[in-house]
């Protein structure tokens, strides 16, 4: 759809750019929090190991075309949360207990 339709294509970059809109220093969120410890793993795993301030774009952009994002957090039992894998929507299958 983006890729015939040049319009549409930036439509979803502007979309995408409202969306992850970052402040003066450069953060798409700011974490604040009373507790010292927690506020370093967050900023850890959001930015360092997540890596959300460059991703949150391609997030951002691939919900607003498909409507959906689908993800698989991989987790470390010593490091907790190290990775981000996208999956693709085809390769999901939707079980609803009737």
């Known amino acids: 759809m983006d890729v015939t ?9 502007i979309y995408a750019e409202e969306i992850v809109n970052k402040d003066t ?3 798409l969120i700011k974490i604040i929090s009373e507790n010292d410890k927690v506020k370093t793993l967050l900023e ?8 959300l301030n ?11 075309k498909f409507g959906n994002v689908y993800a698989y957090l991989v987790t470390r039992a010593d490091d907790g ?13 939707r079980q609803q207990m009737i």
């Open 81 to 93: 949360v190290v990775d981000l894998v996208f999956l693709p929507p085809d390769a999901l299958v």
């Open 5 to 13: 339709y040049p319009i549409i294509k930036a439509a979803l970059d």
């Open 44 to 51: 850890d795993c959001f930015f360092n190991n997540l890596n």
């Open 54 to 64: 460059k991703r949150a774009f391609v997030i951002s952009r691939e919900f607003c």
């Open 25 to 27: 220093s450069g953060d």
